[in-house]
């Protein structure tokens, strides 16, 4: 299973982080992807926020509106995934859903405010 967490109510540029801890799977071996559904999207509109590769392949992947805010990271040691977020806006506002091969977390809720 995945479990996220770390999300809050914060105003415009403040941060958070979030935390995706995984287990009954190798999680190492994956790539962990970082969603987010906005209050106004239907599940199947879900974006990727960010991507990271796999142990050995740290390659990553953010989608534009994030880039320069937004850091993707893993401990492969301790089945965990992380996306620090920093200088939030209110677009931001949204719940964030970690997946990895295919298994989705049940999401934390990230409130932006002015």
């Known amino acids: 299973q995945v479990v996220d967490s770390g999300g809050g109510m914060v105003q415009v540029g403040e941060s958070l982080r979030l935390s995706c801890v995984a287990s009954?799977?190798?999680?190492?071996?994956?790539?962990v992807r970082w969603y987010r559904q906005g209050p106004e999207q239907a599940r199947e509109a879900r974006e990727v926020?960010?991507?990271?590769?796999?142990?050995?392949?740290?390659?990553?992947f953010y989608v534009d509106s994030v880039k320069g805010r937004f850091t993707i990271s893993r401990d492969d040691e301790k089945n965990e995934a992380y996306l620090q977020m920093n200088n939030l806006r209110l677009e931001d506002t949204a719940v964030y859903y970690c997946?990895?091969?295919?298994?989705w977390g049940q999401g934390t809720q990230v409130t932006v405010s002015a």
């Open positions: 009954g799977f190798t999680f190492s071996a994956f790539p």
């Open positions: 926020v960010a991507t990271i590769g796999s142990e050995g392949d740290n390659s990553t």
């Open positions: 997946n990895v091969v295919g298994i």
